[in-house]
Each structure stands twice: as C-alpha cells, then as structure tokens.
C-alpha cells in the first residue's frame, strides 16, 4: 500500500515569512495530491490540490508542486499570517491494500505563525 | 459546494455500549464513502471504505465486527461502534465522494465525531 511521509513534523515561522511543508509518496500509481488544514477539533479543510499531470498549482498565497519522478509534492505558503496556524496534512490518492482506493494522509505538520 | 453532515459531534458513553455515528452527503449523492480515525495529534487513518449497497471494505487491523459499517442509501453512511471500549475513544470522520466524481476528484469531510468511552 501507500506511504506517505511528511515533513517537518512542527514548524514556526513569523508573520510574513514563507512556510514550507515537504511530503515523499510511495505509489508511483497515485495521480491525486490534496492538502488538507486542520484546526483542532474541527474537519478537514481541503486547500489545495494537485493531479499528476500538472507540475505546479497557484492560488493567492498556497501553491504546491510536484515532481512525479522523485515522488515528492510541497506545500508553499507564502506572507504567513497568524489565521493560517493550524494542522496540515498531505495526501495521496493510491490504491490499498484492500485494493481499493482511497486517500493515504501524511503524518501533518503544526504549523505555528507568531505575530 | 457539497456538504457533508456527520451526528452526533460529541458522544460519551459507558464500556460495553454501542454508539451509531451517522454521516449525510446534504446536496450531493455519494456513492463511496470512507471512515476514518484520528487519535490526538495524530494523522488520519483509513478504517474503511463503504460503497452503496455493497458490504464495507475495512483496512488491515480493523474488525468489521467491533466497526460496522451500513451504507444504506446514496446519501447516508453509518458506523456503529459495537461494545465500546475505552481504547475506542477517539475522533472519528466521514468522507464521501459524488456519484459523479472520479477516483482523483476532492473528498469532502463531515464535522468529525469525538467518542469518549468511560
């Protein structure tokens, strides 16, 4: 099944700076990417999101990328602002061990924004 | 956009109960839907995948029969928590897909429901 492998586990940038969130994938089958941000004890909110045939996605401030070869899409986000601390989470969407496809998540990143 | 409500947001129970976790897609027909657990600080992990009138596909280390899933209708998954235990306590969340979504279209997430087993 798939892998998905996250990093850094924490991160704390201040306002303004740019944030960098990597993840490694193992399926070289999976062509779906979203990225999730997660406030505590709330859902999942999907930000982003990128298809194996586009190396790069923008909007506004979040842009990801992805290198299909290496396996590994990021996450950018750039003129942090406090509003964007929160949990986030990469994915992939592969085919299980079931056989069955579905979203494998990353392990997350709490990213923390000081003012 | 799609909505997808999940009930209770917050249920405690004793040892030994079940608890029914429901999850609607509101404005849409989802014909798979997937469940999954999330402990404190932790990622979210796959329990199972559900399609409309078929029988649940669970993931390696999940019992079908502590977890049962009933997919019933296009817009109403259920998860049943059978004889509860305090190590069941945990952040359980929907997922579905459209009917008219592919594999590698969004998924969209209920509101979560926190279980706490006393």
């Known amino acids: 099944g798939e892998n998905v492998e996250q990093h850094p586990s924490t991160l704390s940038v201040q306002e303004g700076d740019s944030a960098v969130i990597k993840c490694t994938y193992s399926?070289?089958?999976?062509?779906?990417f979203p990225w999730y941000k997660q406030e505590l004890g709330k859902r999942p909110q999907l930000i982003i999101d990128?298809?194996?045939?586009?190396g790069e996605k923008k909007d506004q401030r979040i842009a990801v990328t992805l290198n299909k070869t290496a396996k590994h899409f990021s996450l950018h986000i750039t003129e942090t602002q406090p509003e964007d601390s929160a949990v986030y989470f990469c994915?992939?969407?592969?085919?299980?061990?079931?056989?069955?496809?579905?979203?494998?998540f990353g392990s997350g990143t709490r990213l923390q924004v000081q003012p | 956009g799609a909505v997808v409500s999940q009930h209770p947001s917050r249920v405690i129970c004793k040892s030994g109960t079940s608890v029914k976790i429901e999850c609607r897609s509101l404005?849409?027909?989802?014909?798979?839907m997937f469940w999954y657990r999330q402990f404190p600080k932790k990622s979210l992990m796959l329990m199972a995948t559900?399609?409309?009138?078929?029988?649940?596909?669970?993931e390696q280390g999940v019992e079908k029969d502590k977890f049962l899933i009933n997919h019933a209708s296009l817009t109403l998954s259920t998860l049943t928590v059978t004889s509860a235990h305090p190590e069941d306590s945990s952040f359980y969340i929907c997922?579905?897909?459209?009917?008219?979504?592919?594999?590698?279209?969004?998924?969209?997430f209920g509101n979560g429901t926190r279980l706490t087993v006393t």
């Open positions: 997922s579905a897909r459209g009917a008219q979504g592919s594999y590698n279209s969004p998924l969209h």
């Open positions: 399926d070289s089958a999976s062509n779906y």
């Open positions: 990128i298809r194996s045939n586009v």
């Open positions: 994915a992939a969407f592969s085919v299980m061990d079931t056989g069955r496809r579905a979203l494998t």
């Open positions: 404005d849409f027909q989802a014909t798979t």
């Open positions: 559900s399609n409309e009138g078929s029988k649940a596909t669970y």
